[in-house]
C-alpha cells in the first residue's frame, strides 16, 4: 500500500489530482477526472454520492485507502474523496490498488 500512497503524492506534485469533496464533485461535472478514489473509511453517505456521480458519467472509481493516510500523502487533513485527472496516473494507480488487494494488503 505504501507505493499507492507515494504514487498519490506523485500526483498532488504533478498538477494532477483534485483533494476533497467539492473539487472532484466539479471535475466529475465538467468530465476532467479519470479515476475517483474514495476512502475506504469515508461516511456511506460519500461512497453513495460519488459512486452515483462517477456512474452517471461512466467514469472509473476505487475504494481504497484511509482518510488520513490519503490526507497524509498529499499534504493534507483527513481526505475521504480525490480525484485523479491524468489518464496514465489513474493506470499506475489502479494496478497498484489491484496489487495491493491480490497480495492481501501489504
Not at 456512474?55 to 472509473?60: A, D, E, T, W
Not at 480525484?83 to 496489487?99: F, M, P, R, V
Amino acid at each position: 500500500m505504501n507505493k499507492f500512497y507515494s504514487m498519490l503524492g506523485l500526483c498532488r506534485r504533478a498538477g494532477k489530482l483534485l483533494p476533497g469533496r467539492l473539487p472532484v464533485e466539479k471535475g466529475i461535472a465538467k468530465s476532467s477526472v479519470r479515476l475517483v478514489i474514495i476512502a475506504e473509511d469515508a461516511s456511506e453517505n460519500t461512497k453513495k454520492k460519488f459512486i452515483s456521480l462517477c456512474n452517471s458519467k461512466n467514469i472509473l472509481y476505487i475504494i481504497a485507502g484511509n482518510m488520513s493516510y490519503i490526507g497524509k500523502s498529499i499534504g493534507r487533513d483527513d481526505t475521504a474523496v480525490i480525484g485523479i485527472t491524468d489518464e496514465n496516473l489513474s493506470n499506475k494507480l489502479l494496478a497498484e490498488a489491484k496489487e495491493v488487494l491480490t497480495n492481501g494488503g501489504e
